[in-house]
């Protein structure tokens, strides 16, 4: 069985600049994360869904980021503009809908806003 | 009261022997608890996880500990080995499904 997949693997833009991800889940998956991690820091969520639905959106910075799940299968998260401070590993992962919602990740997008 | 609380911040293990890193948590609607483990430049994997009703779980050389009254758990690595050294994270399910992360721990394992 595959597992999630994502990318790019890394990412270098120009500050201002826009930028998206893009996250696959393991198949069957109907919850979908997105998480970012700062070096040595645990991940922090950013929005989850259920299926196409954003279910908690509330640590989603909205003015710059978004994210979208379309057909309840693959992901977007986009950054527009970046800002320096968003240089970070951007994590999707995703659980099968059931408790107890065990999460699997995927290996990240690093990217660096210069 | 969300919060889970992990210790060492970092650990150096001789190889062979014991790892051991320590969480706790005050939140009682927590009702699963996985470890991940993070090898630089990957995502986190789930290593071993346990419900609050068990009181050990053991996977080959990987243990969690369990104290539900203490509400601390703790994860015992046995024969520590050098492709031990990663960042380990526990963590704690709440009945909403959301994860609540521990601080992580560094660990070494000297050859």
């Known amino acids: 069985e595959a597992g999630v997949v994502q990318s790019p693997r890394y990412k270098i833009i120009e500050k201002k600049q826009p930028v998206a991800f893009w996250c696959n889940p393991i198949?069957?998956?109907?919850?979908l994360y997105w998480y970012l991690q700062n070096l040595g820091q645990g991940p922090e969520l950013l929005i989850r869904y259920e299926n196409e639905e954003a279910v908690d959106d509330s640590q989603l910075p909205k003015d710059r980021f978004s994210a979208e799940r379309l057909k309840g299968v693959d992901s977007t998260l986009k950054i527009q503009p970046a800002e320096l401070g968003d240089s970070a590993v951007y994590l999707c992962?995703?659980?099968?809908?059931?408790?107890?919602?065990?999460?699997?990740f995927g290996p990240g997008t690093r990217l660096l806003v210069l | 009261q969300q919060q889970v609380k992990q210790s060492p911040q970092s650990l150096i293990v001789q190889k062979g022997g014991i790892s051991i890193i320590n969480c706790a948590y005050e939140n009682t609607a927590f009702d699963y608890f996985p470890w991940y483990q993070q090898f630089p430049g990957k995502g986190p994997a789930l290593l071993i996880a346990?419900?609050?009703d068990v009181s050990e779980k053991k996977e080959g050389r990987f243990t969690i500990s369990f104290n539900k009254s203490a509400k601390q758990f703790s994860l015992h690595i046995m024969d520590s080995q050098p492709g031990d050294s990663a960042t380990y994270f526990c963590a704690a399910i709440h009945s909403n499904y959301q994860l609540i992360w521990g601080a992580g721990t560094k660990l070494i394992i000297k050859p």
């Open positions: 992962a995703s659980s099968p809908g059931l408790p107890p919602q065990t999460q699997y």
């Open positions: 346990i419900r609050p």
């Open positions: 198949s069957g998956h109907n919850t």
